[in-house]
Nanobody
């Protein structure tokens, strides 16, 4: 059974930084495409980052490029999302996803002064 568990969310001031973690079980993150998505209250889920299995190529939408960085630690079987220069519009529940996994519970990120 594939399971992804997100953590690391919280309340941060505008301009601040936060790092999210996604611990995987049932799959090896180094061999699987992994992504981060977010869903703000009342809005559709939005893609924010991808890292490909194997080569580890990363991709981001314009809304977060240059501020967010996705990475993985194969030894810990964990995927990270480093977020800097956070803005109030980054407030959302953040989810980790692999094509082989169902959606998890996510982790709440709130950017507010």
């Amino acid at each position: 059974q594939v399971q992804l568990v997100e953590s690391g969310g919280g309340l941060v001031q505008p301009g601040g930084s936060l790092t999210l973690s996604c611990v995987a079980s049932g799959i090896e993150v180094r061999y699987n495409d992994m992504g981060w998505y977010r869903q703000a209250l009342g809005q559709q889920r939005e893609w924010v980052a991808t890292i490909t299995g194997g080569g580890g190529t990363t991709a981001y939408p314009d809304s977060v490029r240059g501020r967010f960085t996705i990475s993985r630690d194969s030894a810990k079987n964990t995927v990270f999302l480093q977020m800097k220069d956070l803005k109030p519009e980054d407030t959302a529940v953040y989810y980790c996803k692999s094509p082989r996994a169902s959606w998890g519970r996510g982790t709440q990120v709130t950017v507010s002064s």
